[in-house]
């Protein structure tokens, strides 16, 4: 099944809801980062987040999302501009911690809960919109479910699941967030509670085959479908971005690099893609300068 999300309303209530199923694009980076189950879960519960965040907004802004709750797995950073295609990376690909009592993935453990997570909007404007809230479990739904709630005032809850498979591959990937739109009454919210009360984990619904629609259908009555996009990761980089990236180094720094190495590599940190500059490349860099 291909990735994609939905979003929609429930019919007669101020309520908004989003779901998708990231299984492939969270697999693709499993690949790309060679990508421990732990961090695996961690990094494709927030792509899932992302994905559903920057589809709220209305104008493809690019968002920048960053995680960092002072725990091994580092900063996380995911980025995307609202068209579906999202890349991210985590700063310890490696992590494998697990819960001693359930045997789950232990990501909040992870990520930690000593820090915070920042979002960028950057619309073209001169200054990009930021917010940053305190983490609250590292466990990532908890911590968008935050974010939601303090920096656009609208009360949500996020669920995000990744099931990871014994040979280290992602089963199942997605994620929900059901939103309380101006208007909601304290009978709107009770309801959401009710639904939310044993709902399965989103993971092994999608692992059982539900699609996002379903989930959602299952979860509230009189959903309304109102669109769908498809999602994949996708860096999107290219020698000439890095080269533009390293003539902000400026003349004296790039005149180092081509008297010490000669050459110069550099490593996407978004697709682990090499791009190499040989010296006749450099030193055109130097002499454009
Ligand atoms: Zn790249």
Partial sequence: MKDYLVRGMVKNRPI?????????????????????PTSAAALGRMMSSVLMMASMEKNNEKLTVT?????????????????????????????MYTNNETGKLAVGYAVGNQGYLQVIKDM?????????????????GDDFTMYF???EQTPS??????????????LASGGFIVQMMPGATEEDITYVEEALTDFPPVSSQIHDGLTPEEILERLLDDVEILGHQDLKYECGCS???????LL????????????????????????????????????????SL
């Fill in 124 to 140: 073209g404007l001169k200054e990009p919109f930021v917010s940053q809230v305190p983490l609250q479990s590292g466990e990532i």
């Fill in 16 to 36: 908004r809801v989003f779901a998708c199923q990231t299984t492939n694009l969270v697999e693709e980076a499993r690949k790309l980062h060679d990508l421990w």
């Fill in 157 to 170: 809850a996020v669920s995000v699941g990744v099931l990871v498979g014994e040979t280290n591959e992602v």
């Fill in 149 to 151: 709630a303090a920096s």
């Fill in 67 to 95: 995680i960092n709750g002072g725990g091994p797995i580092g900063t996380m950073l995911c980025v995307t501009r609202g068209d579906g295609k999202i890349k991210g990376f985590v700063g310890d690909p490696h992590c």
């Fill in 248 to 287: 902000t180094l400026g003349k004296s720094e790039l005149e180092d690099i081509l008297n010490t190495d000669g050459f110069c590599e550099v490593n996407c940190q978004f697709c682990n893609k090499k791009y190499r500059f040989e010296k006749a490349e450099l030193e055109a860099m130097i002499a």
């Fill in 239 to 245: 020698k000439e971005h890095f080269a533009e990236a």
